[in-house]
């Protein structure tokens, strides 16, 4: 089994910025991409950002430009930079990522969310 932890929500007004962590740990062969997903109050889980192994990034377009996504591949651990937040980045943030535990199949898995919440 693999957990994935997050740190670092929180309340911040419009215009500031935080940085979320998350750390994988337990049952790890190879992860081949880590990101963040964020789902607000009535609307389905949407993809804010990826990362592979190779380097590639993948941001959606609304969160391109404001955050950065870094990962520490040693570590099994994952960075989200979130700068000139809005308050519609309000919403919990998943951890997620893409890993196999004995080096021949994938699974998906995500941590427990953590709270952000941007005031006006």
């Known amino acids: 089994q693999v957990q994935l932890v997050e740190s670092g929500g929180g309340l911040v007004q419009s215009g500031g910025s935080l940085r979320l962590s998350c750390a994988a740990s337990?049952?790890?062969?190879?992860?081949?991409?880590m990101g963040w997903y964020r789902q607000a109050p009535g609307k389905e889980r949407e993809l804010v950002a990826t990362?592979?192994?190779?380097?590639?990034?993948n941001y959606v377009d609304f969160v391109k430009g404001r955050f950065t996504i870094s990962r520490d591949i040693a570590k099994n651990m994952v960075s989200l930079q979130m700068n000139s937040l809005k308050p519609e980045d309000t919403a919990v943030y998943y951890c997620?990522?893409?890993?196999?535990?004995?080096?021949?199949?994938?699974?998906?898995?995500w941590g427990q969310g953590t709270q952000v919440t941007v005031s006006s």
């Open positions: 997620y990522a893409l890993v196999s535990g004995d080096g021949r199949s994938w699974n998906n898995y």
């Open positions: 337990g049952s790890i062969f190879s992860i081949n991409t």
């Open positions: 990362k592979t192994n190779g380097g590639f990034t």
